[in-house]
């Protein structure tokens, strides 16, 4: 069993792909599904096709083992058609889906083969649904999961939603009020960012990383630049790294307490939905103060950070911060001690943590359900690695847990930011970044706001990105809406999609 | 209710008094360009090839800055002679294409609505919302004008469910392929007469990802487009400012 043993990586860690094992696609299988059983989980899994032959993939999955804040590698060759590993590992059903649409290649036996964010495949040579390669597909073209029978009926939402979001399709299968199942489809947003990064990086790549998500820009542009340092050989700075965590934090509490606010809108409580949606432009405020913008564009860069943070400013957060707080935590108050708005948030949209666990969830979502999930805490990068202790779960993984996540978690990181605040230290904020390692392969795991942001960077004999994979919490977690939604009223999506609030373009890249 | 009493009087009043009184936006925001000096004689003219969103050219022997495709970069590459200086004007949209092609001097902000459109939108415009590729930064920015501290709603704009009920489609993202149809659909429902606002760099020209062969490089080429709100994403301030120009109100 010795050959078997996978290369291990650390986070914001590089290694030369020589020294990856390739297995044979059955061990390969059976290793991920030890790795499973033993509480990994799947941080990214990826196809990239073998320099030489064209035809021939190598596919690459990155097992997350949190207990020794490592990451596993894998690696096998597929051709067109390989054994789905869904049915055994239900972690693995988008990124299969995900292959197959991108390379054109079948998964065979996979429960649930449909097109992802409906894109032509990368490579001439075939569509794993047989779409024609000479028009571009019909979005939300699939077979969708249908229930019939007297008294069901389907209700079919999106793309455009009622409000100022994002765009999706919602496909309902209802018993009356009651949701029997719910089928997401996405892609709408899909603007090919994955591709647009290979053989970069380009002159274009930061603002693209910095938009995968745009409220998750410091998220995203931190772990772009973490693959990229990793692959370069930069140290980073201590000052950056603090900037760069207090940015972090900041990003995080617009997005909790914007959430909390958005969460008392959908059942009608308006003192916190009034005070929160203010306070959110406060944080956000406090994030311009530091960079110019209000999603903290063009902050991070590769080396380091953009904009110097003095203890004239730091002081002048700080004192702001403070300002903020007392009212956060007042508007919050009010949201946890009114009983209308316990009884409309207990109990909705409840998860079990078996499930949480069998889906992969990750962030807020897993949180919620008592699985403790948190890179800061498991892979710890930076700053974090001294000051970050502060793992928060629920127990009942309903929507009331899902909020209760956030708001434990606002203190904790207006906290983090006193503390990084109180203590930067000297010296520069930017360091060189050389060529990039030919051959090489690099992850970064960043806890954005919604939770685990993984970058995987792979490199080519000239130094070029070959293949950069970007997941997006929002991966793992849309299931998780899908599963929270059965035997729920339909009239508690909008409550019980909110309490999840997931990316659509985070997703759809 | 006492506690509720009370907490309404700590968080107090929080409207801003815009636009009887300009913002206080903080020191490092990205505003309007400004040029400094002159271009060198010997200018081998680099800014055409360094913006990777080529935002940036020498028109007629000046430097000439598309904001409608500028991202407002921080590092902005384009000048090597560091000629381009982000200052701190919010005010950046405009009603034409061309009118983004700015190279100092006067910027022609957006002048109103012509009358026809004017007296039917003036006091009361209804605008849909359609993400189409956003990346969530100019919805969270537009989402924002609803707020206590913007308060759209006293201007006489809201945004609205349907497009039946809407005056105007307020665009943000590229227009991806996958929602080019659900766009124009939303467009042909809204009653007729309607305006368009195209919000954001990419809604204006695809933004980051002008050179995707999955997106259109913005609205221009699908839909009469009667406002640009440049920024990536535009300032909250911007976009309500830009509307109220539209509106005659500023």
Aim: with cysteine.
């Amino acid at each position: 069993m010795n050959a078997l043993n996978p290369q291990l990586l650390k986070n914001g860690e590089a290694i030369g792909l020589e020294l990856v094992p390739t297995f044979d696609f059955a061990d390969f299988g059976d290793c991920l599904l030890a790795e499973i059983r033993k509480q990994g989980r799947i941080a990214a899994c990826f196809a990239v096709p073998v320099i030489e032959k064209s035809r021939e993939l190598e596919l690459f999955a990155l097992i997350a083992r949190d207990r020794n804040a490592s990451v596993a590698v894998y690696r096998t060759h597929i051709g067109e058609r390989f054994p789905s590993l869904t049915p055994n590992c239900p972690q693995m059903h988008l990124f299969e889906r995900e292959i197959a649409e991108q390379y054109g290649v079948v998964p065979y036996r996979h429960p649930w083969l449909k097109p992802l964010r409906f894109h032509n495949a990368w490579r001439s040579g075939g569509d794993a649904w047989g779409r024609p390669a000479d028009q571009h597909p019909r979005v939300g073209e699939m077979d969708f999961y249908r229930v019939d029978g007297e008294g069901v009926h389907e209700v079919a939402v999106g793309p455009v939603h009622a409000g100022v979001i994002e765009p999706g399709h919602f496909r309902f299968q209802c018993y009356g009020e009651k949701v029997m199942h719910l089928e997401i489809s996405l892609g709408y947003q899909h603007r090919n960012i994955e591709r647009m990064l290979l053989n970069g990086p380009h002159p274009a790549t930061m603002p693209q990383v910095e938009t995968i998500a745009g409220d998750t820009s410091i998220g995203h542009g931190l772990a772009y630049c973490q693959v990229i340092e990793a692959l370069s050989g930069c140290e980073v700075p201590d000052k950056a790294q603090s900037i760069r965590a207090l940015a972090l934090e900041l990003e995080r509490l617009a997005n909790h307490v914007g959430d909390i606010g958005a969460l008392a809108g959908d059942v009608g409580f308006l003192p916190t939905f009034s005070y929160c949606g203010r306070l959110r432009g406060d944080y956000l405020n406090l994030t311009a103060a530091l960079c110019g913008s209000r999603f903290g564009r063009g902050l991070v860069r590769p080396g380091g950070v953009l904009f110097d943070l003095d203890s004239a400013l730091a002081g002048e957060i700080l004192a702001k911060l403070k300002a903020v707080q007392g009212n956060t935590m007042g508007a919050i108050e009010l949201f946890f001690e009114a009983p209308s708005v316990l009884s409309r948030f207990e109990g909705r949209g409840r998860l079990s943590r078996s499930v949480a666990e069998d889906l992969g969830l990750v962030g807020v979502a897993a949180k919620a359900c008592a699985v403790p999930r948190d890179s800061r805490f498991f892979h710890p990068t930076g700053v974090y690695r001294h000051i970050f202790d502060d793992l928060i779960t629920e127990e009942t993984g309903d929507a009331m847990a899902r909020t209760r996540v956030r708001s434990r978690e606002i203190p904790v990181s207006i906290e983090l930011i006193r503390r990084i605040g109180n203590n930067l230290p000297d010296g520069p904020i930017r360091a060189p970044v050389g060529p990039l390692k030919a051959n090489a392969m690099a992850i970064a795991m960043v806890e954005g706001w919604r939770g685990e942001v993984v970058h995987v960077g792979l490199t080519d004999g000239n130094s070029r990105l070959r293949r950069y994979k970007i997941v997006d919490p929002s991966f793992h977690n849309w299931m998780g809406l899908t599963m929270a939604m059965r035997d729920e009223q339909i009239s508690d999506f909008p409550l019980c999609n909110k309490s999840f609030n997931l990316s659509y373009c985070g997703v759809d890249l | 209710m006492l506690q509720m009493i009370r907490e309404r009087w700590r968080q107090g009043f929080r409207t801003g008094k815009f636009p009887k009184e300009e913002p206080i936006l903080p020191p490092r925001f990205r505003g309007l360009p400004k040029f400094t000096g002159e271009c060198p004689p010997d200018c081998n003219r680099d800014c055409e090839t360094l913006c990777p969103f080529s935002a940036c050219k020498s028109m007629a022997g000046r430097l000439t800055l598309d904001l409608g495709r500028c991202l407002f970069c921080a590092d902005c590459p384009a000048c090597p002679h560091g000629r381009i200086i982000f200052g701190s004007d919010y005010r950046l949209a405009v009603r034409k294409r061309e009118d983004l092609l700015y190279n100092g001097g006067e910027y022609p902000l957006a002048q109103p609505l012509e009358p026809a459109r004017l007296k039917l939108f003036g006091r009361s415009l209804k605008l849909r919302q359609v993400s189409a590729g956003g990346c969530n930064g100019c919805e969270a920015d537009c989402n924002v004008l609803g707020t206590l501290v913007f308060d759209l709603g006293r201007f006489g704009i809201q945004f609205v469910a349907s497009p039946r009920h809407a005056d105007g489609l307020l665009l943000t993202g590229p227009v991806t392929e996958n929602m080019r149809s659900a766009v124009l659909d939303t467009y042909e429902a809204m009653p007729a007469p309607k305006i368009v606002v195209a919000t954001g760099a990419c809604a204006i020209n695809g933004g980051p990802f002008l050179h995707s062969s999955e997106v259109s490089p913005g609205l221009d080429p699908l839909l009469p487009v009667d406002l640009y709100i440049p920024g990536c994403p535009p300032h909250p301030y911007t976009i309500l400012d830009g509307l109220l120009r539209l509106l005659g109100r500023r």
